[in-house]
């Protein structure tokens, strides 16, 4: 499975993207989200959503401001209101069986896409 994500740039703050995800097959696993890295941290969870009950879950300091789209694929990250503590890379990753980890957390995911710079100043 691929994944590959598009959408990344440069914005001011306060502005807005939308980035999205597109798989090469079906992946009918448990759980989608996108998740960010920036420079010198560890990659974290942003938002994500179960495969099925549509159950959604966010980061704290990015709810209210990006919403995670309804569907697998292509899957969606609509983000509003940017700061510039959101800049990185943001990567969307699919996980192909349930398990007991968060679903937050980058260990519960078994296919990532190569990324998509986000920079807002």
């Known amino acids: 499975v691929q994944l590959v994500e598009s959408g990344g740039g440069s914005v001011q703050a306060g502005g807005s993207l939308r980035l999205s995800c597109a798989a090469s097959?079906?992946?009918?696993?448990?759980?989608m989200g996108w998740f960010r890295q920036a420079p010198g941290t560890e990659r974290e969870g942003v938002a994500a959503?179960?495969?099925?009950?549509?159950r959604t879950f966010y980061r704290g300091n990015v709810k209210g401001r990006f919403t995670i789209g309804n569907a697998k694929n292509p899957l969606s990250l609509q983000m509003n209101n940017l700061k510039p503590e959101d800049t990185a890379i943001y990567y969307c990753?699919?996980?192909?069986?349930?398990?007991?980890?968060?679903?937050?957390?980058?260990?519960?995911?078994?296919?990532w896409g190569q990324g998509t710079q986000v920079t807002v100043s």
């Open positions: 990753a699919a996980a192909r069986t349930a398990s007991s980890l968060p679903y937050l957390d980058p260990k519960r995911y078994h296919y």
């Open positions: 097959e079906y992946i009918g696993g448990s759980c």
């Open positions: 959503r179960t495969a099925q009950g549509g």
